[in-house]
């Protein structure tokens, strides 16, 4: 079975500081990865999506980025955090070519930046 | 611009009655729409999705109504259950090869004894 995992689960990080968070699929292969992230009153904001290694597309301009080093491997980071960044990180996946549309979730990462 | 729009932040329904959840969504190249149920502190969990060729699909308590021409769509709970209590997302997708899955901003459904 295909399980996703994501970590760290809390983060507590200055402005300032860098971020890399990380994000792996067990079980499937050339899966669809994305990034969201939920803040208050923001709903699930997609960040990015990638559908190959080295394949990274960004939805919202930011000082995050996004790589994804192996077929199954999604990291997140930053080189310098901003307040803003503080909130609810969730990796996600899905079938590639979308047989049913349906993305998995992980375990999400809080992020809160001082 | 909001592409997939729930108006409604929060509902609170009584125990037993229906849920209604509503959903608008603006890009018409939308074809395939799910609904998903998060808990704090979790990752949102599938639900119950409808492709845009039906305009009904129903899976136990759950029901999904698609009206395209009004570009609306509806969750409907029956009969609503405590374990229900959660935040609702209506998401989207115009399908393609990048799959990009577009989330509204939720609504948070409280069930009342």
């Known amino acids: 079975s295909q399980t996703i995992h994501q970590w760290p689960a809390t983060l507590v990080q200055p402005v300032g500081s860098p971020l890399s968070l990380e994000c792996t699929v067990e079980?499937?292969?050339?899966?669809?990865l994305y990034w969201y992230r939920q803040a208050a009153g923001r709903g699930l904001q997609l960040l990015f999506y990638s559908v190959g290694i080295g394949q990274i597309s960004s939805e919202v301009p930011q000082n995050l980025s996004a790589s994804r080093p192996q077929d199954r491997q999604f990291i997140l980071s930053s080189k310098k955090l901003l307040l803003s960044d503080s909130g609810f990180y969730l990796c996600?996946?899905?079938?590639?070519?979308?047989?049913?549309?349906?993305?998995?979730f992980g375990e999400g990462s809080r992020l809160t930046v001082l | 611009d909001q592409q997939v729009k729930q108006n409604s932040p929060s509902l609170s329904v009584q125990e037993g009655r229906i849920s209604i959840l509503n959903c608008d969504y603006t890009?018409?190249?939308?074809?395939?729409f799910l609904w998903y149920k998060k808990y704090p502190a979790e990752g949102p969990t599938f639900l119950i999705s409808?492709?845009?060729?039906?305009d009904k699909n129903e899976d136990g308590r759950f029901t999904v109504f698609l009206n395209k021409s009004a570009k609306h769509l509806s969750l409907h709970i029956v009969p609503s259950q405590p374990g229900d209590s959660a935040v609702y997302f209506c998401?989207?997708?115009?399908?393609?090869?990048?799959?990009?899955?577009?989330f509204g901003k939720g609504t948070r459904l409280h069930i009342l004894p």
């Open positions: 890009n018409s190249m939308f074809d395939y």
């Open positions: 079980g499937t292969s050339n899966p669809n």
């Open positions: 998401a989207a997708s115009a399908g393609g090869r990048d799959d990009k899955i577009i």
């Open positions: 996600a996946w899905s079938v590639l070519g979308r047989l049913t549309g349906e993305l998995f």
């Open positions: 409808i492709s845009s060729i039906k």
